[in-house]
């Protein structure tokens, strides 16, 4: 409030002009002016001041603010990466080799209605895209620094993990059930061995490697609807050229014609051109005297799956945000 004049008047004298005039103030009037004051400046400023949040007021709020990644965090974090590149790549070609096996044999396409059941280039696909998928996750949430990627990374290759311990754990409580386990797969590829090229290729292989022919012997082959003797055809009461004793002709060409008519033969005479031994017993054999080896290999893949995790896991503590005291 400011303090307006004091109104002065001359009061005149009675008397002739002899006397002395007195200054005499008169009621001073207080006026409300328009202009704050400089109490309310104060007050404005005190109130201004108090408009701050109270986080930075008050010394026990906290503020989430990134960690800063030191050396060891960022070899990490570049490890992680081409940990998951090598993966992505890997998964890459295994989807690229089964569906390059799919559109080969046309089922893709439309021109064979065979099973894709029975299929081993499925299995290709499946492992292709799982670990493509994982893969990507995986380097983009470490490009990223995405804990919600990182997350879904590091459950992904957990399950997968668990999934391959449950396996393991399933083929050792059930040993005395693999060789029916065999059998039966056995079974299968010898009736789809002229519908299927890659089951035909790993019954070639498996026969030529082991030196045996069908599943408990050369007979076997008599329940495939090509190789039966009532079947049409020049396969009829034959065995694939891969029985033979010698399937090369000259040494360096398959001679597809070796066992033709095997199985119009005796043992005697059939013992002479193609292996009489089945196949299941020789891989059981097989598989027995590879267990450790296989057992090592599961070891590793699971113990490199591990150090997957665990690099995530550490990228997951980098990038967790920190409360600092305001």
Known sequence: ??????????????????????????ESRLVELPYPSSDDDDDGSLAADMDFPMAEQDPGAQRPVPRKPGTFSQCVRYLAFLWNLLFLLLGLLAL????????AKGLLRGERLAPLGSDPMLLFVLVGLGASAVSLAGC???????????RFFVGAVLAFAGLEVLGGLLLLAAQHRLRDALRDALLLCLLRYQEEPDLRFLVDEMQRSLRCCGLGSYRDWETNPYFNCSAPGAQACSVPASCCLDPWQNGTVTNAQCAFGVLRLGDVAAGAIVHLGGCVAQLSAWLRGQAGGITAAAAVLVLVEAIGVVMALKMLRDIAPIGVQG
């Open 1 to 26: 409030m400011a303090l307006s004049r004091a109104r002065l008047s001359w009061p005149r004298g009675a008397a002739g002009g002899g006397e002395s005039t007195q200054l005499l103030p008169q």
């Open 140 to 150: 983009l949430g470490t490009l990223r620094a995405s804990p919600c990627l990182l």
């Open 96 to 103: 690229a080799v089964g569906v390059w096996g799919m559109l």
